[in-house]
């Protein structure tokens, strides 16, 4: 983490790399999962160095689709997909992103399936950031997930091995102070809104999600999640998902970088691009949050009024995979379970 304020930059490059996912679905083995990572890597290494060459050296930040390195599972078990697809937190290919990332001077995001030792027969869908030193600064294990594992299902344990901090991680860099948001999670305001409570700028957001030129709920939710929290987000889509059996094309395109005031500053359509890049203004960013007026939504929040009735609100459950090994039925029955409850008690 850097907090060499003599470093700081109050303004520099941004780039949401719009690439390829090539799954791994199809491969037998956990050493052909990992002979297609590895491929992954390479040719991001040669797209990064080829756009910032085009781009320009004040290129500080690269953000990378979800999936990027093995696609999401398709009737894997929890086991299979975890032995097969699911990178260690030490692991090879953070090495290699890590030297990718040493070697431009960038800070480097993205998303990859990852066991956690503390949680064996468990994966988590991790957000990592990776800084100009090839360190990883920051790990955010998504929250809400319909089909997969989230620290909010082993939640005491979580707790107790990473605190509140460790699952609304914010890295204090020279770039801005860093975080996270998972694909679907940009419809759940909350997420954004913990990591802003704790001093978030920028959000980087790695996605995989149907391309359209109308306004989709998600894209609306990107600039609002933008104007609420007053920060910049850089997303990340997917250049469609090869090696599996839906159209390749069905998440591809639409990575964009949006300002603190809800305004695009750059958008590419469909295909592998480099053409989402803008500049990032932190001064103007850390302006506006300090000056007094309606706009200032952050400044303006009274959390105080709706603490209570988050707190006496149960939805879905916590806990429900901290003691007993699941299928995955589990999900779907668990979120079943929820809507006939919350149907009993009248709120739905």
């Not at 953000?63 to 260690?88: H, N, Q, R």
Request: aromatic content about 10%; charged content about 20%; proline content about 4%.
């Amino acid at each position: 983490m850097d907090n060499n304020t003599d470093n700081n930059l109050n303004s520099f490059r941004a780039l949401a790399l719009q690439v390829t996912c090539h799954a791994v679905n199809q491969t037998s083995n956990r050493h052909e999962a990992r002979s297609l990572m590895q491929n992954s890597i390479n040719r991001l290494a040669q797209q990064i160095a080829a756009s910032i060459a085009f781009i320009g050296f004040d290129c500080r930040l690269i953000v990378l689709p979800e999936y990027f390195l093995t696609g999401f599972p398709m009737g894997d078990t929890l086991a299979g997909w975890a032995e097969k697809a699911c990178i260690e937190m030490a692991g090879a290919e953070y090495e290699a992103l890590g030297k990718i990332a040493q070697k431009h001077k960038i800070f480097l995001a993205g998303n990859a399936y990852e066991v956690d030792p503390n949680f064996p027969g468990l994966y988590f869908q991790t957000y990592f950031i990776l800084d100009p030193s090839g360190s990883i600064i920051l790990r955010y294990r998504r929250l809400n997930s319909l089909f997969a594992p989230t620290p909010h299902d082993v939640w005491d344990k979580y707790l107790d091995c990473y605190g509140l901090e460790g699952v609304f991680p914010v890295a204090k860099t020279a770039i801005g102070n860093l975080a996270a948001l998972a694909s679907e999670e940009i419809l759940y305001p909350e997420v954004a809104r913990c990591l802003a409570m704790r001093g978030a700028e920028i959000f980087v957001h790695s996605t995989s999600e149907v391309y359209n030129k109308n306004l989709t709920p998600k894209d609306a939710a990107k600039i609002t999640r933008a104007v609420e929290n007053l920060a910049y987000l850089v997303l990340s889509n997917t250049a469609g998902i090869a090696n599996i059996a839906i159209p390749i094309a069905s998440a591809d395109g639409g990575s964009k970088i949006i300002d603190h005031r809800g305004i695009v500053l750059a958008e590419t359509g469909a295909g592998e691009s480099m053409a989402a890049f803008a500049e990032i203004d932190l001064a103007a960013l850390r302006r506006d949050r300090r000056r007094p007026g309606l706009n200032n939504l952050l400044s303006r929040q009274r959390f105080e009024l709706y603490a209570e009735s988050y707190h006496q609100s149960h939805f879905y459950p916590a806990n429900t995979m901290l003691e007993t090994e699941v299928d995955r039925k589990h999900f779907l029955q668990t979120q079943q379970a929820t809507i006939e409850r919350l149907t009993q008690l009248g709120i739905i």
